[in-house]
């Protein structure tokens, strides 16, 4: 069961490794689940973008659902993304992952939709919730999402029993008032951040932890800025939270374009020995320039990756 009381904290979206063979790496799987696990993370978040769930199979995202949680061996808790255009195809795709021992099954808004309105949204939504045999998380993405379903809309639809966690990663200011204020009402929704440029203002205004993409690599430096926000020295916060920053511009490529995203931050799990290939489903791929610049970051900031 997730409860905000106890998992609250440092939560990891994970990317999904390759062999050569573009088959699941199992044995990378197992490897990332045990440094998650030395560093403190409490939630391992699968198939979502940087997991490159929405181009993975049915029984890939299964494999992958079975393989992680076997992994995490209830040392952490494991969500899995099911978001799609309706609320059959969601109920599917649940039902896909509903046997894998995983805890959450989370909703992004959908990718494609012709002219909806909210209330046809909270329709939508509000089926997958009376019909999911899983609990369900919502990600709101707030304006990177191409369907935009509002954070009210989020907020009505988490009054929902089924409702466990919110991951907010709009980095909207009155997207995050709409959240505190549903989350001073209902204290046991776990709340999270997944703005991982900017992690200190949710944190410190009353947000649960967060939810990062980098944090499979810069998963130590995010807890201490967790660590940090909470005891209120948020001026050593606002240093690590530089630092981190500075390190994911380098490893993703470059402020400006982050051209090599995905693909780099694979590359950073292989030089510290956790995945075997960079590869991506989706069309990112390691410039010579973002190789050069992980193989450096990684020994700048060795001690800090593996604080263990």
């Known amino acids: 069961m997730i409860d905000s009381s106890v998992m609250g904290g440092v939560w990891s979206a994970v990317p999904t490794p390759f062999k050569d063979d573009w088959k699941l790496d199992k044995k990378s799987i197992a490897r990332l689940a045990e440094h998650q696990s030395k560093l403190g993370i409490k939630g391992l978040f699968i198939g979502g973008t940087s997991g490159e769930g929405p181009w993975l199979t049915q029984s890939m995202l299964r494999e992958l659902a079975r393989s992680t949680v076997k992994a995490a061996g209830g040392r952490m808790a494991v969500a899995v993304q099911v978001t799609d255009n309706s609320a059959a195809r969601i109920l599917d795709n649940i039902s896909k992952i509903s046997d894998s021992g995983a805890d959450l099954a989370v909703i992004a808004p959908p990718f494609f939709q012709m002219k909806p309105s909210q209330d046809f949204l909270r329709r939508l939504y509000l089926e997958v919730l009376e019909r999911s045999p899983m609990p369900i998380g919502l990600y709101h993405r707030g304006k990177h999402s191409s369907v935009a379903v509002s954070a009210s809309t989020i907020?009505?639809?988490?009054?929902?029993?089924?409702?466990?966690?919110i991951k907010d990663s709009s980095g909207d200011?009155?997207?995050?008032?709409?959240?505190?204020?549903?989350?001073?009402?209902?204290?046991?929704?776990?709340?999270?951040?997944?703005?991982?440029?900017?992690?200190?203002?949710?944190?410190?205004?009353?947000?649960?932890?967060?939810?990062?993409g980098g944090a499979c690599f810069n998963g130590g430096m995010a807890l201490k800025i967790y660590d940090l926000t909470r005891a209120g020295r948020i001026?050593?916060?606002?240093?690590i939270q530089q630092?981190?920053?500075?390190?994911?511009?380098?490893?993703?490529?470059?402020?400006?374009?982050?051209?090599?995203?995905?693909?780099?931050?694979?590359?950073m799990l292989v030089e510290m020995g956790i995945f075997s290939?960079?590869?991506?489903?989706?069309?990112?791929?390691?410039?010579?320039?973002?190789?050069?610049?992980?193989?450096?970051?990684?020994?700048?900031?060795?001690?800090?990756?593996?604080?263990?």
């Open 155 to 165: 907020a009505e639809l988490a009054e929902h029993e089924k409702v466990l966690m």
């Open 173 to 212: 200011a009155e997207d995050k008032e709409v959240f505190l204020k549903l989350k001073r009402r209902l204290n046991n929704i776990l709340l999270l951040n997944g703005n991982e440029f900017d992690c200190i203002p949710c944190l410190r205004d009353g947000y649960d932890g967060l939810l990062l």
């Open 235 to 239: 001026k050593d916060a606002e240093e």
């Open 243 to 267: 630092r981190m920053n500075d390190l994911m511009y380098e490893v993703f490529g470059g402020k400006e374009s982050c051209s090599c995203w995905l693909a780099g931050q694979k590359q």
């Open 277 to 308: 290939t960079n590869r991506t489903v989706i069309n990112y791929a390691l410039t010579p320039e973002c190789g050069k610049a992980i193989k450096k970051v990684f020994q700048q900031f060795r001690d800090e990756l593996f604080p263990y």
